[in-house]
């Protein structure tokens, strides 16, 4: 068992919790489930929690920070800084766009769903944030049974719920511009933005222009701050590693205790759970494939007329089979550099520099995958997000990508910053924990590719691209060197 890779590990804690789900509703002991093993899954959920916001700030400093000089970065690193940007922007919007044209998270049943929703109300209101969409079951007195069946909650408590949130929501609503999105993105109190569930796009903010700043002031001076900064963010990173290396516990007791908590003792509700994740599933896979082979290709096509489609994926199937084995950009960087650098041609200095910042910044599949499944969870609550809301989440989860470290199951980090940031609850990520590690690989071909796309564009423009069509990538690189 210790010679097992991780990535086994937690798919046997996974396929364990669900099967002792899938047991304790059958038997009866939901209760026994939700009371003594679901607690681990909240202990690996505050962990991640707690360690998601200073990494996302620490990495942010560190990558913007680490650019370089800004009189010499000039043409080439805005470019690169821009399309980048725009893919992950593109990657999101397609996500976007499929998850409510399908509509997974609707195609389950209607009860569990209901069900799904009054457990959400009862939380929003445990967590001081406002229901999403206005609208209160708990105010309706036909689901005060069902709602005191699922949260154990009295007529009062839940009467006090829903008339809360009603308080809260006609106070926020007293003062507002249209320009208030963008306020509020600016904090007045940056340590209370720390402390504050919520305010990741103002932590983000504060991050990005904390690193902007660190390249305009002489090196002496910031050279220790960028090292300090560095070293804490490796000590979050080790944070993460260890707390993953436990991940095969606490994800059996994550899934148990969330599936428990869903389908109760009727074992027909744990069916409807794993029918919407088989459409959720097909959502995010549809869009990694269409960036894939066709947003990239076209892309690439409009800026470099001399590669061919065929060209293009015969010179980078080595590091796109690498990125799928490994679901790791991070590890897969140095083939990727090779594969550009020997079959497509493309000079050794925008390599060294495009790809590096790609595998910090660039990270489109799993930008798609957040917005699809942050809108997925939404639905399967019975949660109707606007358009505004839907807007903020293209713009957490473009800003948090820079902060996703390049590592297997980095996204769910971010997710849980993504959730926090438009008021879900981020312990839902245990639902579509039982496929993320499939989609990971995936999620990171896409990162790869676009890697590979941008940087292909970047050597054209700086014509610093030497492609030669009737090269065999497999005569001049080895993947096993």
């Not at 408590?157 to 009603?166: C, F, G, P, T």
């Amino acid at each position: 068992m210790k010679k097992l890779a991780l990535h086994w590990k937690i798919l046997i804690g996974m396929t364990l919790g669900i099967i002792w789900a899938l047991l304790s509703s059958s038997l009866g002991w939901s209760a026994f489930t939700i009371n003594w093993i679901d607690p681990f899954g909240t202990i690996f959920i505050n962990l991640l929690k707690l360690i998601a916001v200073p990494l996302v700030l620490f990495s942010i400093i560190s990558g913007v920070a680490n650019i370089g000089d800004p009189a010499s970065l000039g043409r080439m690193g805005g470019k690169t800084l821009l399309i980048y940007l725009i893919t992950t922007v593109m990657a999101i919007s397609l996500g976007l766009l499929l998850v409510n044209v399908i509509k997974p998270g609707k195609l389950i049943d209607e009860q569990s769903r209901i069900d799904n929703r009054i457990s959400y109300e009862i939380w929003a209101s445990s967590q001081g944030y406002q229901i999403k969409d206005g609208i209160n079951y708990l105010q309706d007195p036909a689901f005060f049974e069902r709602a005191q069946e699922i949260s154990k909650l009295s007529k009062v408590e839940l009467k006090e719920a829903s008339v809360s949130d009603k308080l809260e929501k006609a106070t926020q609503r007293k003062e507002t511009t249209p320009l208030q999105p963008l306020v509020d993105i600016v904090p007045d109190n940056f340590f209370y933005s720390l402390s504050n569930n919520g305010l990741m796009l103002q932590i983000i903010f504060f991050a990005i222009f904390f690193g902007v700043c660190l390249l305009f002031i002489p090196n002496e001076k910031s050279q220790p701050v960028l090292s300090l900064v560095d070293g804490i963010n490796e000590v979050f990173l080790k944070m993460v590693d260890i707390v993953m290396q436990a991940a095969p516990f606490f994800v059996f007791a994550l899934l148990a205790g969330v599936v428990s908590k869903m389908a109760g003792d009727d074992i027909g509700k744990v069916v409807e759970i794993f029918k919407g994740l088989s459409w959720y599933s097909l959502t995010v896979l549809i869009g990694l494939l269409l960036m894939i082979f066709v947003v990239y290709p076209s892309i690439l096509k409009a800026f470099v007329k001399k590669i061919s489609y065929k060209g293009f994926f015969k010179a980078m199937s080595p590091a796109q089979t690498l990125a799928f084995s490994t679901s790791s950009s991070a590890a897969t960087l140095p083939v990727t550099m090779e594969c550009v650098e020997q079959n497509l041609g493309i000079n050794k200095k925008i390599s060294s520099f495009v790809l590096p910042i790609g595998a910090t910044v660039n990270m489109d599949g799993t930008s798609l995958y957040q917005a699809v499944a942050v809108i997925f969870l939404a639905q399967m609550h019975m949660i109707d997000l606007t358009f505004q809301q839907q807007i903020v989440i293209v713009l957490t989860t473009t800003l948090a990508s820079i902060g996703s470290a390049a590592v297997p199951s980095a996204g769910l980090v971010m997710l849980i910053i993504v959730l926090d940031s438009v008021g879900l609850n981020p312990a839902w990520i245990a639902i579509i924990f039982p496929v993320d590690r499939i989609l990971d690989m995936f999620r990171t071909v896409v990162n790869v590719t676009g890697d590979a796309t941008v940087c292909t564009i970047i050597a054209d423009g700086e014509h610093m691209l030497d492609y030669i069509d009737e090269k065999d990538p497999t005569e001049t690189f080895d993947l096993d060197s």
